[in-house]
């Protein structure tokens, strides 16, 4: 019998600690390759370490709540078989398995015999979640997995409780939240919302938290202004639309205006550097690599920031396709732990939505971040041989909201200047 030792695996770039946040097996218990082990979290993203041997689990070396190191010992396990290399698979294993959790664990729960724990190609885990969340049988036939043959793994089930927005609420909290003379007629179930004619009262899911404490500390941390600027930007919309279709069938990348936005804003970073840093108390950081994060809205309607880094090492293929890759992984909460991590920048797309303009609020430690809106046609004053004269012109606002502590008026205006004059410059007989 061999003893084959459970470590915390690299979790990313930057990332060296992680907090246990649950075992889910005992000393004694029997596992074989593949069963969910231990949870652990690093600020924004849980990961699930799984075994990579059968043996018997005779030690759990922690405590649910420590804050471990990569290379810790988690928990031991007794084996018979050969583990010469099991540090890289279990590094590999839960490379693979690593994903953002953003569901709220309920307390009190009811019903819980009533779920099927009997279903087929069901792990541990999973039969656990459907348990603790009471999920009824009909609910998880409709589930569609997305493990190996349409198995449903544990990503699968907490976006189907982060969909379904189920939350447990105490009937007496809620009635003392309306007039007396309608908290009578008031008949909850604990496992769902409650919605009224008047009001809905829901719960924020463990995303929507996070997002609120990183808003509120960016405001209390940074004094916000934000400067914009309108920019013509005809002849970038006439060679996007002349160039997308080849960029498609060239590159298999669809070609959107982001990546145009984002080289600009690149190329004025480098010439403005001190757009580029972060303060510590009386010191500020210049970052020399240019990381840009690119806000992105879920499916969930929550926000998250993957980051494109080294954005001034690519061209605008590399751009598209980077940009591409990480929102999709995005949506489909397939992310890494680096890959939202480490941002020096943040650009978020309003335009997207409709938004003419907006005043974001910066992603600390950053200083500053901007904004785009909707790309509209315009009637505009344009001066020609002949004079002055009235064109539909394709507009964009362009909003920059910075730390006052460092960034001055004077120098966001410079910034914004110079992408619009990168913008007004660019090469519309660029090809690929």
């Given at each position: 019998m061999a003893q084959?030792?459970?470590?915390?695996?690299?979790?990313?770039?930057?990332?060296?600690?992680?907090?246990?946040?649950?075992?889910?097996?005992?000393e004694s218990d029997f596992v074989t390759v593949d069963t969910p082990l231990v949870e652990v979290a690093t600020d924004k993203v849980d990961s699930e370490i799984s075994s990579f041997c059968n043996g018997k689990v005779i030690q759990l070396t922690r405590n649910v709540g420590d804050v471990v190191q990569v290379g810790e010992v988690l928990l031991i396990i007794e084996s018979d078989e050969e583990n010469d290399s099991?540090?890289?698979?279990?590094?590999?294993?839960?490379?693979?398995?690593?994903?953002?959790?953003?569901?709220?664990?309920?307390e009190n729960l009811t019903n819980v015999n009533e779920v099927s724990i009997a279903k087929k190609f069901l792990s541990p885990l999973v039969k656990q979640l459907i348990q603790e969340y009471s999920i009824t049988i009909a609910e998880v036939e409709h589930i569609a997995g997305s493990g190996l043959g349409g198995k449903i793994t544990k990503d699968d089930i907490l976006q189907f409780i982060q969909n379904k927005e189920q939350v447990e609420f105490s009937l007496s909290e809620i009635k003392n939240s309306f007039a007396p003379e309608v908290k009578e007629s008031i008949h909850l179930k604990p496992e769902i919302n409650f919605?009224?004619?008047?009001?809905?009262?829901?719960?924020?899911?463990?995303?929507?938290?996070?997002?609120?404490?990183?808003?509120?500390?960016?405001?209390h941390t940074s004094p916000h202004v934000t400067s914009f600027i309108e920019m013509d930007v005809t002849r970038i919309?006439?060679?996007?639309?002349?160039?997308?279709?080849e960029f498609l069938k060239k590159h298999g990348e669809k070609l959107t205006f982001l990546p145009v936005f984002?080289?600009?804003?690149?190329?004025?970073?480098?010439?403005?550097?001190?757009?580029?840093?972060?303060?510590?108390?009386?010191?500020i950081i210049i970052k020399k690599n240019i990381h840009v994060g690119i806000a992105t809205a879920l499916p969930s309607g929550n926000l998250i920031v993957p980051v494109i880094k080294n954005a001034d090492q690519k061209n605008l293929i590399g751009l598209a396709k980077s940009l591409n890759d990480l929102a999709s992984r995005a949506r489909?909460?397939?992310?890494?732990?680096?890959?939202?991590?480490?941002?020096?920048?943040?650009?978020?797309?309003?335009?997207?939505?409709?938004?003419?303009?907006?005043?974001?609020?910066?992603?600390?430690?950053?200083?500053?971040?901007l904004g785009i809106g909707e790309i509209r046609?315009?009637?505009?004053?344009?001066?020609?041989?002949?004079?002055?004269?009235?064109?539909i012109r394709h507009k964009v606002i362009l909003s920059l909201t910075f730390d006052h502590r460092i960034i001055d008026g004077a120098l966001a205006g410079k910034f914004l200047q110079k992408i619009n004059e990168t913008l007004q410059n660019f090469d519309v007989l660029r090809k690929f």
């Open positions: 084959v030792n459970i470590t915390l695996p690299p979790m990313g770039e930057g990332i060296t600690e992680a907090t246990i946040t649950k075992y889910l097996v005992n099991h540090e890289e698979i279990n590094t590999r294993k839960t490379e693979e398995k690593q994903f953002s959790t953003y569901a709220i664990p309920k919605s009224s004619g008047e009001v809905e009262v829901v719960e924020m899911d463990r995303m929507r938290r996070l997002i609120s404490e990183h808003m509120v500390h960016s405001v919309v006439e060679w996007r639309n002349k160039s997308k279709d984002i080289e600009s804003t690149v190329m004025s970073i480098k010439d403005f550097p001190m757009i580029n840093v972060s303060i510590d108390n009386s010191r489909e909460n397939k992310l890494l732990p680096d890959e939202i991590k480490g941002g020096t920048f943040t650009i978020t797309n309003l335009g997207s939505f409709g938004t003419l303009m907006g005043t974001p609020i910066i992603n600390q430690p950053e200083v500053a971040i046609k315009m009637p505009s004053v344009v001066e020609t041989p002949a004079g002055d004269a009235i064109a």
